[in-house]
């Protein structure tokens, strides 16, 4: 950058001769920079094609597709007629709009709050160096590794209601009396299916804040502990106030990621029992692929999307007025 | 039926590796100087690729020809027909769980059968419905299943109880067949189209039909499938469990009882000390008629626009579904041949086939009376089902609640 | 700066297995499951009483080339991933171009589209082009849920290096490009490696590219592979979760190599 102010100094000093006798250097100097310019884009050239035809196209198709009747047929004869808002009414008239709106923003507070706080639970705990803290930190990331579809059978039986793991340790430390139904009751599957998401998510959300905490220098600690501030005090003005930079990331990226969760619901429950786990994103997949009205299907993706949008901007303004303040 | 076996083929690991790293993909063989080689994709799993390999390739060298089978699984299939549809790529033969022929069929993208001189004859009328959309065949299927009541027979016996033959002797014996750690009964009534799947057999045998799901025939059927659950008989998770966690349920000892296909016969022999047996489900009441749903996977030609490889692929597929041809596939597969007689051939060989025999021919097709229109009428099905055995609504209202959007 | 001996830290040790045990238990019924021949799904025993290998020689036999091709699109993931990423993230965070804001938001919107819609525009895209079936198509649709995010974290980390360090490479009149290649990229060798371990490990758990944009068998990655075999009746989950352990084992290796490269913490700040 310095060398693009020199220059532009240079051509200031240039013109203000006023004698107009520079015009060669002058040239030179605009074609330098434009060739700056040219250079400095082509580092983003890549990306943004990238971008464009991975995400754009995508995203512009299913827009149209959402103003379309799009069904098997139209995979056949290429036809799809224009039917404007009328998918839109469709989605939002049906009986299960509502449900799977309110479902998505429980799953998704829900997983966030328990991902969050367990994973920086674990954060916090791991910051101290004890024997085998590595290792353990990386066993950790376990979890994140495993594909999703094995995991989601393998909590599917420790969820199972009769002969599933987890209920018969809560019947022996008698916590519960009668066997609860993890995922086969209206009533608790979506807390069952925010458990497992919750695990899953845990790695990412430790795995990131760690690295954040190890940005704040032990000084910081060092003079707090001086003034007396350890413990919760340390934590509240010293280690959040660091934080709060890797914790937007981790929760806006959280959201994001949480809103378009497919297969993890679909592994434990497939949406159901009637409906109870079904998300804008279970729903989006089963209208297009199970009843095959793609343009129902677009549109619920649509809504999703924007939901996605709303809560990213809304999030970032407010807390760009609380960095301001 | 979707049906969950589906395809994996064990490629050799060179192969593949070959394959992956040339980054090669399904090219095209040469099809000039008159060779043809027809593409086909199945969805026949790991174990049951082989069978059908090997009776592809016994067509193929008798018709001259060459056939390159592809075996996907069978839940991803439709979605790949529909962008093969979109892109023109469709194999020359394809497999297609019959209650899909009537959908890819309304598409454009099959060819009607009749045009390679297959008529259907000598198969039930429930196979001919179900591959038939608008008047013409556009499937045949060689086998045929449906579901019925498997029991064990040790568990009967202790309890001296006999196979139930009606709804009322069905819930008594499922009653008192239930144990602290056993089950009575064990079936599926998942939120997917195999949950639908097995609720039929009591919806039509009740005289209930999927265009009027608020008839008090068709609450009567989910009354009587939802006192099962009530009653303690059946375990709440049938509201999770697809076909497949049922077989494991029972073969595990958990359920006494299952309704399920013959397809799980050769994990039924297989499993040790299990001694099974098989009836017809049970009927409403005595005398009334048993329909129960129709499945099997049928073979289609689709429009590839090359006229001589379609009529390749329909002599192909005359000669798949013959005869001889289907008893192996279901005695390998443990289903029903579709042809009538050959069907009666099976049940002599294989005792446990005959109760299912039996079944098949009076199955009737699902989308035999709604056609295009049967996905959604499965799903008001199975939403009604779970509304009703999750205790959120009693059966009437479930299926009031279902049918309203 | 601790000076407490070994011993008296041994308490955080044991609590923290208490953790990792909770954590990682349904990973242990993994392992367990895979030692158990013929066990169906409701009849499993907690400890493998009877423990046999038939399950891995099943996975071996069957599930070693889709392994290989998993391995193979993940690295090429990465190296896609990093070669779009890491310039991008450096002209994001040193030049003043108009339109990056856009482009970062883009970025972040582009996150929020659901994979299926991808792969279903994918799909005609790459039909039209031969890409279907293909380890190069599967690279360049693993990269989407790469490169935004490694985007992110390399731009995050860049900012943070003094606006000097290039500055003094211009200056001695090397181009852009040099300023880039020996100096930033060396100096962010840590944002370089975490960016590129997220985008292995995105690309190696993907399923829905693998389950859409191929159409048989010649190329399968170890995700569909196992799918497969849950699809299927199965008759043995032993080979199901045996195959998932080795699916496991090259991402264990690689974050045990790079747990100290994970240089996130730069991310305070890199969404504005």
Redesign the interface.
């Known amino acids: 950058m310095t060398t693009t102010a020199t220059l532009e100094g240079r051509d200031v000093a240039a013109r203000g001769d006023g004698l107009g006798g520079d015009h060669h250097g002058d040239r030179a100097r605009r074609r330098a920079r434009a060739r700056e310019k040219a250079a400095q884009w082509l580092f983003l050239a890549p990306a943004i094609v990238y971008v464009l035809v991975f995400f754009g196209y995508p995203v512009v198709k299913n827009l149209t597709m959402g103003f379309q009747e799009y069904t098997t047929r139209t995979f056949y004869t290429g036809e799809a007629p224009w039917v404007g808002f009328a998918n839109y009414a469709e989605v939002f008239r049906s009986s299960i709009f509502g449900t799977t709106v309110v479902n998505t923003v429980l799953f998704t507070v829900g997983s966030i709050v328990g991902q969050f706080v367990l994973g920086l639970l674990l954060a916090l705990y791991f910051r101290r160096r004890f024997p085998l803290s590595n290792v353990m930190r990386s066993l950790l990331l376990l979890p994140w590794l495993l594909p999703v579809i094995a995991g989601t059978s393998v909590w599917k039986w420790m969820l199972d209601q009769d002969s599933g793991v987890l209920n018969q340790v809560l019947r022996g430390l008698h916590l519960v009396s009668d066997p609860v139904p993890w995922l086969t009751s209206p009533d608790v599957a979506l807390l069952g299916v925010v458990i497992v998401n919750v695990w899953l998510g845990i790695p990412f959300n430790s795995a990131l804040l760690y690295s954040g905490l190890q940005d704040i220098p032990d000084e910081l600690y060092e003079a707090g502990a001086l003034d007396g501030a350890t413990g919760w005090k340390a934590f509240w003005h010293i280690t959040w106030p660091n934080l709060r930079g890797v914790v937007n990331v981790v929760l806006v990226l959280g959201v994001i990621y949480t809103l378009k969760v497919l297969d993890i619901i679909l592994g434990l429950t497939g949406g159901g029992p009637a409906n109870a786990t079904q998300t804008l994103a279970t729903d989006s997949y089963r209208r297009s692929f199970t009843e095959f009205s793609f343009g129902t299907g677009a549109a619920v993706s649509n809504v999703l999307i924007v939901v996605s949008l709303v809560f990213a901007v809304v999030y970032l303004r407010v807390n760009r007025r609380a960095v301001d303040e | 039926m979707r049906r969950i076996t589906t395809g994996i083929i064990g490629a050799s690991a060179a192969v593949a590796a070959v394959a992956a790293l040339a980054g090669c993909g399904g090219a095209d063989s040469a099809a000039g100087g008159g060779d043809i080689t027809l593409k086909l994709t199945d969805t026949m799993s790991e174990t049951s690729a082989p069978i059908y390999d090997k009776i592809y390739d016994a067509c193929a060298s008798e018709q001259g020809i060459t056939v390159e089978s592809n075996h996907v699984a069978g839940s991803g299939l439709i979605k790949t027909v529909l962008q093969q549809a979109s892109s023109r790529t469709l194999p020359d033969v394809l497999m297609l769980d019959n209650p899909d022929v009537q959908q890819i069929a309304a598409s454009g993208a099959l060819s009607p059968l009749s045009d390679y001189g297959i008529t259907g004859e000598g198969f039930p009328q429930g196979v001919v419905d179900a591959g038939t959309y608008d008047g013409e065949l556009y499937g045949i299927a060689p086998i045929v299943n449906s579901i019925g009541l498997f029991y064990d027979a040790d568990k009967l016996q202790a309890a001296g109880i006999q196979p139930p033959t009606t709804w009322d002797e069905l819930a008594d014996a499922a009653a008192r067949l239930t144990t602290d750690d056993t089950y009575g009964i064990a079936f599926s009534a998942t939120n997917s189209f195999e949950g639908t799947w097995q609720f039929l057999p009591f919806l039509w045998s009740n005289g209930a039909s999927e265009d009027d799901l608020t008839s008090p025939e068709a609450v009567e059927a989910l009354e009587f499938v939802n006192r099962l659950v009530q009653d303690g008989s059946a375990s709440a998770s049938v509201v999770n469990w697809s076909q497949n966690d049922v077989n494991d349920q029972f073969i595990a000892g958990k359920a006494a009882m299952m309704i399920n296909g013959p397809w799980n016969m050769p994990s039924l022999e297989a499993a040790e000390g299990l001694n099974f047996a098989s009836v017809p489900l049970p009927v409403p009441s005595a005398g009334d008629e048993l329909v129960a749903p129709l499945g099997g996977e049928t073979f289609t030609v689709p429009q590839t626009g090359d006229a001589e490889r379609m009529a390749a692929a329909g002599e192909f597929v005359t000669c798949v579904t013959q005869g001889e041809n289907q008893l192996t596939m279901a005695t390998g597969r443990g289903a029903v041949p579709s042809d009538s007689e050959v069907a009666q051939q099976a049940a002599e060989e294989n005792p446990l086939v005959a109760s299912f025999v039996e079944t098949v021919q009076s199955a009737r097709a699902r989308t035999a009376l709604l056609g295009e229109s049967w996905p959604e009428a499965a799903t008001q099905i199975y939403t009604a089902e779970q509304l009703a055995l999750t205790g959120s609504a009693s059966p009437a209202d479930a299926l009031a609640q279902a049918t309203a959007d | ?2 000076r407490t001996s ?1 011993l008296r ?2 308490p ?2 044991l ?3 208490v ?2 045990a909770l ?5 242990y ?2 392992v367990n ?1 895979s030692f158990q021949g013929g066990g ?5 025993s907690f400890f493998p009483t009877d423990p046999t290998f038939d399950g891995y020689r099943r996975a071996l ?2 599930q ?3 392994l ?2 998993s391995l ?1 699109v993940a690295i090429g993931t990465v190296v896609v991933s990093l ?3 890491t ?2 993230a ?3 965070s ?4 108009r339109g ?1 804001g856009v ?1 970062s938001f ?13 792969a ?6 790459f ?2 082009v ?1 890409l ?5 198509g599967l690279v ?2 693993d ?2 849920h790469a ?3 490694a ?2 974290i390399m731009t ?1 980390f860049m900012r943070s290096i003094p ?1 000097s360090l290039a ?1 003094a490479a ?2 001695d009149g090397a ?3 040099r300023a ?1 290649w020996s100096i930033i990229v060396p100096v962010s060798r840590n944002a370089i490696v975490t960016a590129g371990l997220f985008s292995f ?1 995105f690309a ?2 993907d ?2 590219f693998a ?2 944009l191929t ?6 990655p ?2 569909l ?11 043995s989950w032993g080979p ?2 045996a195959t ?1 352990v080795m ?2 084992v090259p ?2 290796i690689l ?2 190599f790079a ?1 100290r490269f ?11």
């Not at chain 3, 169906?40 to 499993?44: P, Y």
């Not at chain 3, 592979?225 to 008759?235: F, H, K, P, R, T």
């Open positions: 700066m601790q070994t830290q041994l955080y040790t609590l923290g297995l953790f990792l954590m990682l238990f349904p990973v019924w993994m499951t169906t799904a409701a009849s499993s036999s069957q070693t080339g889709n290989l091709t193979v070669a779009i990423a310039p991008a450096y002209a994001l040193r030049f003043r171009l990056m482009f883009g970025l972040l919107i582009a996150q929020m589209i659901p994979g299926i819609v991808i279903n525009s994918l799909y005609s895209l039909n039209d031969g279907l079936n293909s380890v190069p360049l649709a990269a989407t490169v935004p995010f985007i992110l995050a606006p500055e211009r200056v181009g852009h490009f880039f490990l190696w758990s399923f829905i389950l859409t159409t048989s068998d010649t190329v399968k170890i995700t592979g196992i799918y497969d075999y849950l699809e299927g009746n199965v008759q199901v979760m998932t699916s496991s991402a264990i974050l045990v747990q994970i240089a996130a913490g730069a991310l305070g700040g890199a969404v504005k």
